[in-house]
Structure formats: C-alpha cells, structure tokens
C-alpha cells in the first residue's frame, strides 16, 4: 500500500497514487480503452448516506472538474468535488488489501465496509 | 345489516411527488425496503431511517410513470423527508415536491372492505387499481405491508365531495380520527409520532418487515443489523389490555421500577399500545399504571 500523508493534498484538488492509478490502467487496458478518464463522483446511499462512484469512462460531462493524476484524466462532477477535495485515493492488493480505498478529509464518519460515509 | 367497511379522510394528505430518472434507485439505495420489484401494479412500502437507524417516515410508493413516483407519506411534516431525501441528492437526478394541497388521501379498512371494494369498484388488479367514477379517475392501493385489509384510495381534490358521497351510497362507515386510532390500536398498527419516528428504529416499533436483511446498505443499516443480530433492541411495541382506561403518556412500572409508557388509547375495549422493555415485554407479562393493573396481550416481539 502507498502511504501518502493526507495533508499533502491541496483542498482544491484530489490525488490518485501511484499503485491506484496502476490499476485503474489495467482495467481499462482489460477493457480494451485506449482512451479514457475516471469518473469519481459521490452519491445518496450505504449504510452512512453518501457512497463513492467510480467509473472508467469516454469522456467528460459538461459540469465535470478535470484533474490529471499518475497519467490518469479524473472526471469529477463539481455538484460531488465538495465531498472530495483534499481525497487520496488508493489502491491496496494481495490477501490483506482492500482494493480501492478513499482517504477523505471531509467523512466524518465511515461505514464498516468503507463503501459510505456521512460529511 | 351495516357493512364493516370504513373509510377515514385524512386531514392531510401527505403526498411527495418525486420525479427524476434517478428517484427509484436513490429510493432502494436510501431506504430500508427492496424497491427493485417496484412497478405500476407492485405499490411497496418502505422506510426512511437516518443514520442512528431511527424512523425518519413510512411511506408507501407508487409509480405513476416511468420517472413519477407517489410517496405517500405517514408523516404530516413533509419538509422533514424531503429534507432528508434532499440530503443525500448530490448527482442523482431526482425532484421533490409537496403535491399534498391537489390530492385527497382516504383510508379504507374493515372485514368487508375487501370484498366490498371489488363489488362497488370491478377491482381488477390485486395491489393497484384505477377506476373512473362519475367522469373523474381514483386510484386505489392495496397497502400489503399492514397485517390486515387496508386500501389507500387518492384523487383531485377538486372531486372529494363527490366522492364520499359516493362512499357513503355503498353504505361504506365514515371513521372520525377516533375510531381510526382505536382500530389501528386493535390491530397493532404503529402510527407516526406515537409508536414510531425519530424516537424508535424499525424492530422496537414492529415494523421489521419493512426492512430487508438481503438488499445491502441503505442508510442505517449498520446500526439495524446491528441491533438485530446482538439483540440489542432495548423496547418493544406491545398491546395491553386493562380494565379500565388509560391514557397516552401514562408510566408502566413493574414493581417500583418503570419500564415503559402508553403511545395509543383505544378506549371503547380498554386497549392501548406501548413502548416497554424487552424483559416486560412477552404475552401475559403483568404490569401496573399507577394502581391499575394491566397484561401484554400481544407483543413485536
């Protein structure tokens, strides 16, 4: 796992490490996209009221925010980015990881799973 | 010989119109019911529980259309649901509004409500009917979620006059609110405010089988499964029967010790719903209103 220190990200931005971006390219590559982008977005639901979207899309929607990141374009609706700004997300693999994991400064609070949190 | 049929006009009607391509699936992903198998002629009731896995509201959906839902709500503070509904709406694309000031909403009940109902309206349908009736169009629900015969029946304000008399010419029984809380109380059935809302989550209010344990999450699940599974429910809705009346807010003790108060009065049979402690809570328990002796009679449980 890339252990990035929270704080080192800008509020006005989201970073995706190096090990996340990794697999989001083979996904995409498995997918057969050579061009693409990730959606990252928030909506209503899981146990603690908003769950995180994540998507490999085409392109961007009108009202997207766009980030460069490790290589990868990331689509953030703006409606979503005040409940991500200042998110590392990461990506941890073998028998103790936990796949993709959001470290958000603005959760309060998060459900067992990690799928949910309450702002 | 008169019909048991009733009908209840309540005051207010209570009715959230949610439009948007995303309102049915922000529905199933907010609350406590499988909404997947909602369709025109499949109205589901479901729950809205905040993040404690306390009751925000009851409602019962109907789909209008492809992108309307009805939401006919238990609550008479409409704000606070679309409130929190509103909450949880960040990309969806999902519209509320209070339709409650165009349409009536009539409560039908009773042993012979069923097969009264078919006979005066040519009920086609099982859960979900239209019916055209001296030139203006009623839908009418069947509510499955409650234990017994309950019909919602909803229409343009502008034809309720009309309507009820209607009602009364197939010698249907108006109900004051009276009479209505008296046969939700003999029937066990929770009303908002009383037995359920922001003060009680689904298992100690009876309503457990509007929560489905194989849907997922849903906002308080944790804290539902939680409760459930640890056995961490500390009341239980119960129904007590005296010998003579109580009345809503009264202490049950047991010994010296309170372990519960009176939430519903039906008053003609000395019946009265409570929240108690789940160690007073089984059939037969004996309990005491001041010098008053009471029994379970029935309990969630």
Same mark, same amino acid.
């Given at each position: ?119 | 010989?008169?019909?048991?049929? *009733? ?19 922000? $529905? ?29 509201? %009851? ?10 839902? *009805? ?25 509320? %509004? ?36 001296? @030139? ?46 008296? *046969? ?6 929770? %009303? ?14 009876? $309503? ?7 849907? @997922?999450?849903?906002? @308080? ?81």
């Amino acid at each position: 796992m890339t252990n990035l220190d929270q704080q080192s990200v800008p509020i006005n931005t989201i970073r995706i490490t190096e090990s996340a971006a990794n697999k989001i390219n083979e996904f995409a590559k498995r997918d057969g996209k050579k061009k693409f982008g990730l959606r990252v977005a928030v909506k209503g639901g899981g146990c603690s009221g908003l769950q995180y979207v994540l998507e490999i899309v085409d392109s961007a929607d009108d009202s997207d925010k766009i980030i460069d990141q490790n290589g990868i374009q990331v689509f953030i609706p703006k409606k979503a980015f005040v409940f991500l700004a200042g998110t590392v997300l990461d990506y941890s693999d073998g028998l103790n990881g936990k796949g993709f994991e959001f470290q958000n400064p603005n959760a309060k609070s998060t459900c067992g799973c990690g799928t949910s949190f309450a702002a | 010989m008169k019909k048991n049929a *009733y009908y209840y006009l309540r005051s207010n009607s209570s009715i959230i119109k949610h439009s948007g391509a995303d309102s049915l699936d922000l $529905l199933n992903r907010l609350t406590t019911n499988e909404l997947s198998n909602l369709n025109q002629l499949n109205p589901i009731r479901t729950l809205l529980t905040n993040n404690k896995g306390r009751i925000v509201d %009851s409602f019962l959906i109907l789909m209008r259309n492809d992108n309307d839902l *009805y939401l006919l709500s238990d609550s008479n503070d409409l704000s606070i649901v679309i409130n929190e509904i509103e909450k949880y709406t960040i990309i969806e694309d999902s519209m509320l %509004s209070d339709i409650s000031k165009n349409i009536s909403r009539i409560i039908l009940y009773g042993k012979d409500i069923k097969s009264s109902l078919q006979k005066e309206l040519n009920l086609v349908n099982e859960n979900y009917n239209i019916c055209d009736i001296n @030139g203006y169009q009623i839908t009418v629900i069947k509510d499955i979620s409650k234990k017994v015969d309950w019909y919602e029946i909803i229409l343009d304000k502008k034809n309720i006059s009309d309507f009820l008399e209607t009602l009364n010419s197939f010698d249907f029984i108006i109900s004051t609110e009276k009479n209505f809380s008296s *046969y939700c109380v003999k029937n066990m059935i929770p %009303s908002y405010h009383r037995e359920f809302g922001l003060h009680t989550n689904p298992i100690e209010a009876g $309503l457990i089988n509007l929560v489905n344990f194989e849907k @997922g999450c849903y906002v @308080g699940q944790e804290v539902i499964a939680r409760l459930l599974n640890y056995k961490k429910t500390k009341r239980s809705l119960v129904l007590l029967k005296s010998n003579n009346h109580v009345m809503i807010g009264d202490k049950i003790n047991h010994n010296s010790l309170t372990v519960g108060e009176i939430t519903s009065v039906d008053n003609d049979d000395n019946n009265a719903l409570a929240l108690v402690k789940i160690l007073y809570s089984k059939k037969g328990t004996k309990l005491k209103i001041n010098d008053l002796d009471v029994i379970v009679t029935k309990s969630s449980e």
